[in-house]
């Protein structure tokens, strides 16, 4: 599998001093999501309301990102607050099928495979990050991340900042970290990274910030 791959030849380099790694967010910086393609489709095979769906989700969709709810208990307490008409397997297709992949983000960091460390950071549940490794290239060149349902704690908190310096081997001299919500930002650049606030309309600036922290760092776009 080439996420394994990966994932072993970053902790390798890892083992060496400190480099030049790009930690990035996922939810509207690398995919983007729409919890209402969801609801639409539940809608259908549900007794509720469209616009009444997600709320009715609400008690149950933080203790499953921050960890403290397995995928099969989320699974169950869904399908039975939204008296879903389905199977859990169902229920799970439909709850990951909210994605699509920022082609712009894409076009950037490709080139860059191979050449520069790539890692996640991201507030989301395992039943989400394993659908989006899998069903989007432009996770191929990321080697591995820190994931709030395993850290047990969330951005814009120091702590997972902190696990994740500890766990990826990261100086946040020398990260770049782009993520699309300002208290995340507001975190990281206390603690030293290079920070980007990403705009999805405004890509051309993340380019050319991305770009002369790449050149600083000696390596061609
Ligand atoms: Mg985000």
């Not at 060496?16 to 999501?33: E, R």
């Not at 639409?40 to 609400?58: I, T």
């Amino acid at each position: 599998m080439e996420h394994g791959t990966l994932i072993q030849l970053s902790s390798l380099q890892s083992s060496t001093a400190p480099q030049p790694v790009l930690l990035s967010d996922i939810g509207n910086v690398l995919a983007f999501f729409d919890f209402g393609i969801a609801a639409r489709r539940v809608a259908g095979r549900s007794p509720f309301p469209e616009e009444a769906l997600s709320a009715r989700l609400d008690h149950i969709k933080g203790p499953f990102e921050n960890g403290d709810m397995d995928d099969a208990t989320f699974l169950r307490e869904a399908v039975a607050a939204l008296q879903f008409q389905g199977s859990e397997a169902e229920f799970a297709e439909i709850w990951c099928d909210i994605f699509t992949e920022n082609t712009a983000m894409r076009r950037t960091l490709e080139p860059l495979a191979g050449r520069l460390p790539m890692r996640l950071l991201s507030n989301t549940s395992g039943l989400h990050k394993e659908h989006l490794l899998s069903a989007f290239g432009i996770f191929l060149p990321f080697g591995g991340g820190v994931y709030s349902y395993s850290a047990r704690c969330s951005k814009p908190g120091e702590e997972i900042f902190r696990k994740t310096i500890a766990q990826l081997g990261l100086d946040p001299a020398l990260t770049f970290f782009v993520d699309d919500l300002e208290p995340n930002i507001a975190t990281a650049a206390r603690l030293g990274f290079h920070t980007h606030h990403y705009q999805p309309a405004r890509h051309a600036a993340f380019e050319r910030d991305f770009h002369a922290w790449l050149a600083r760092a000696g390596i061609s776009a």
